[in-house]
């Protein structure tokens, strides 16, 4: 590791030359170099703490030795193999570049470190012996194990894809938790319960204690008693009014068929107008003996009365 010091030189004003002569006043660059220096100085000093907490210890971890030589079984975390055997193990294995890491014991060469991308949210750094760790943002979650990639959040009454996106729960099923699958409907209650409350996308049906069944249909069949009733009711003043107008109608029917019978004075005014029928063809009975026409006077006051 490097030190950085700041070394101070005292120059003797008998060195300059009689004609050159010092400014009182500070250069400005030299003003701004001043203000600067404490501020580049703290970033080297948390950077030093920072490489020293992050310090990769370079070599082999394990080691066998084959004759003259030391071989590397495993090197420290965060290390790749530089060569198998050698004559110093410190330097048979060396730790992987900023930006690279390795999490196996004997490689010969480190890998990339993963970067975060959008709706990804880095929740570690990577460093020589880790990739960087990815998490989601709010209403993502991780697509697989690794969460190489990130998905969008099912609610419940959803359940995810194999298109990785979400879809309603079918009719007949339900999902009460967050990205979960859909589960069916219970197909029926248990004995001496009925279902109050039927399912829907987020629940399950509920089954309970309902009404008595014997109270139900107590209150049931009176219903269909009265209605009957009614029903019948209507339907013979309905026949009554059909058997009234029909035989009204009867009785005008016959009243205009019946021949109707002249008056007593009608009767009286026919039968005379017949007599003088009769006696204008027949003269001669006019001329008869007394006794027809005592007759004829007699049957003429029978009709007349």
């Given at each position: 590791?490097?030190?950085?010091?700041?070394?101070w030189v005292k120059v003797p004003p008998t060195t300059f030359s009689p004609s050159f002569t010092l400014s009182q006043e500070p250069h400005p660059q030299s003003t701004n170099m001043r203000l600067i220096q404490p501020g580049l100085c703290h970033i080297l000093l948390i950077t030093t703490v920072l490489y020293t907490t992050e310090a990769v210890t370079s070599g082999c971890q394990t080691w066998n030795i084959?004759?003259?030589?030391?071989?590397?079984e495993k090197c420290n975390p965060g290390n790749r193999l530089v060569a198998q055997c050698g004559l110093d193990?410190?330097?048979?294995?060396?730790?992987?570049?900023p930006n690279t890491f390795t999490v196996l014991p004997l490689t010969p060469y480190c890998h990339r470190c993963t970067q975060c991308i959008d709706p990804q949210v880095q929740e570690k750094p990577c460093n020589a012996s880790a990739d960087t760790v990815?998490?989601?943002?709010?209403?993502?979650?991780?697509?697989?194990?690794?969460?190489?990639?990130?998905?969008?959040?099912?609610?419940?009454?959803?359940?995810?894809?194999?298109e990785r996106d979400c879809r309603k729960c079918p009719d007949g099923t339900f999902n009460d938790k967050?990205?979960?699958?859909?589960?069916?409907?219970?197909?029926?209650?248990?004995?001496?319960?009925?279902?109050?409350v039927h399912g829907n996308e987020f629940s399950d049906i509920q089954c309970g204690k309902g009404p008595d069944a014997t109270s139900s249909d107590n209150f049931f069949y009176p219903l269909?008693?009265?209605?009957?009733?009614i029903s019948a009711l209507i339907i013979i003043l309905f026949l009554l009014l059909w058997f009234a107008y029909k035989r009204t109608k009867n009785k005008s029917q016959?009243?205009?068929?019946?021949?109707?019978?002249?008056?007593?004075?009608?009767?009286?005014?026919?039968?005379?107008?017949?007599?003088?029928?009769?006696s204008f063809h027949q003269p001669e009975q006019e001329q008869g003996g007394s006794s027809e026409s005592i007759n004829t006077q007699d049957s003429e006051s029978k009709l007349i009365v």
């Open positions: 590791m490097s030190l950085f010091r700041r070394v084959k004759g003259d030589k030391v071989c590397c193990r410190s330097v048979l294995c060396t730790p992987c570049k990815c998490g989601c943002k709010s209403g993502f979650r991780c697509g697989d194990q690794e969460c190489t990639y990130c998905i969008e959040e099912c609610t419940k009454g959803q359940e995810p894809t194999d967050i990205h979960s699958a859909c589960k069916p409907w219970t197909k029926r209650c248990p004995e001496g319960e009925q279902i109050i269909i008693g009265i209605f009957a009733a016959s009243k205009d068929l019946k021949p109707t019978t002249p008056s007593q004075g009608e009767l009286t005014i026919m039968m005379v107008e017949h007599e003088e029928a009769c």
